[in-house]
Nanobody
Framework: QVQLVESGGGLVQPGGSLRLSCAASGSFYSVNTMSWHRQAPGKERELVAAIASGGSTNYLDSVKDRFTISRDNAKNTVYLQLNNLEVDDTAVYYC??????????????WGQGTLVTVSS
């Protein structure tokens, strides 16, 4: 199986910044699209940002000017830079990776989530 290890969550005041990271480890052929999702209390899980293996990105409209997704293919790691955080950004953030397994099948894996709390 593939493991996704997330880090970087925590408590921050409105207007502050955090940098989340997610590293894929295990046995696989390659990591394709990687993405960040979040789920706030009482709400559905939503896509925050995604980045394809070639570098193209996609963002949730409400975070386009504040968050930046990037990746380091050599390290099989995806990052999410969160700037100008707002209270409504409070959620558990989950990393997802589309992985080409050693059997050459494309499978999706989820991290366990990291909590981002924005509060004064």
């Amino acid at each position: 199986q593939v493991q996704l290890v997330e880090s970087g969550g925590g408590l921050v005041q409105p207007g502050g910044s955090l940098r989340l990271s997610c590293a894929a480890s295990g046995s696989f052929y390659s990591v394709n699209t990687m993405s960040w999702h979040r789920q706030a209390p009482g709400k559905e899980r939503e896509l925050v940002a995604a980045i394809a293996s070639g570098g193209s990105t996609n963002y949730l409209d409400s975070v386009k000017d504040r968050f930046t997704i990037s990746r380091d293919n050599a390290k099989n790691t995806v990052y999410l830079q969160l700037n100008n955080l707002e209270v409504d950004d409070t959620a558990v953030y989950y990393c997802k990776a589309a992985v080409r397994t050693l059997g050459l099948r494309l499978s999706e894996f989820w991290g366990q989530g990291t909590l981002v709390t924005v509060s004064s």
